[in-house]
């Protein structure tokens, strides 16, 4: 079973931030937060990873808690593009399957 | 570079029937997984292969399914016979070998093949 909890559905005007957000409660130390998202009709598509240090890159920034419990994605100007299922991910290692949820469908709209 | 590549992307049968699914990694890519997906929820891991061993298959029914990587690059996914439960998305990913211990789980997926079980 997926270690996270999410909100079903979300909805973001274009051109402003989206939030997601992401539970992991019961997050060990050696576990890392992982982001995915999935476009319609297309596999999943890697976004970012961490462990407990706030981290971005060109397509999102990843905010964890101290405590490491919960951690937010944020897209900075969300695109119509950006539609999409994300899926907030704990794995423990590069080479773990990695165990999907439902995830947060994100609707951006104009 | 070329990402990864499955077909056929769509493909109907009838329940007890057999079907296969192809997927040719990115290459160089060590490790190969299989997942399903079913309408609505998130990928399902299937069969975890490193070059052409299997590392993990405890959620592939193996009475109907089988996968195979004979040559630790190419991969096969047969189902047979099909039920109707079968129907969902068929997701190859890869990723490399990465350093041990590493912690970039970024893996790499093909568009999905689409089977529908009448």
């Known amino acids: 079973d997926a270690k996270t909890t999410q909100p079903p559905s979300m909805d973001c005007a274009e051109g402003r931030a989206a939030n997601l957000p992401c539970n992991h409660s019961t997050i060990s130390g050696n576990e890392y937060v992982y982001w995915y998202r999935q476009i319609h009709s297309q596999g999943p598509q890697y976004i970012i990873h961490g462990l407990k240090n706030n981290e971005t890159n060109e397509m999102a920034s990843l905010i964890i808690t101290e405590d490491r419990k919960s951690s937010t994605l944020i897209l900075p100007h969300a695109t119509l593009r950006d539609t999409a299922v994300y899926y907030c991910?704990?794995?423990?290692?590069?080479?773990?399957?990695?165990?999907f949820g439902k995830g947060t469908r994100l609707s951006v709209i104009a | 570079e070329a990402g990864v590549a499955q077909s056929p992307r769509y493909k109907i049968i009838e329940k007890r029937q057999s079907v296969a699914f192809w997927c040719n990694p990115i290459?160089?890519?060590?490790?190969l997984y299989w997942y399903q997906q079913i309408l609505g929820q998130g990928p399902k891991l299937l069969i975890q292969?490193?070059?052409?061993?299997?590392?993990?298959d405890s959620q592939l029914p193996k009475d109907r399914f089988s996968a195979e990587r004979l040559k630790g690059v190419d991969s096969t996914l047969k189902i047979q016979p099909a039920k109707l439960e079968d129907s969902a998305v068929y997701l190859c990913a890869s990723r490399t070998r990465g350093e041990s211990g590493t912690a970039n789980n970024e893996q790499f997926f093909g568009p999905g093949t689409r089977l529908t079980v009448l």
């Open positions: 292969f490193q070059n052409n061993g299997v590392v993990d």
């Open positions: 290459s160089g890519h060590a490790t």
């Open positions: 991910i704990v794995s423990s290692s590069g080479n773990t399957p990695l165990v």
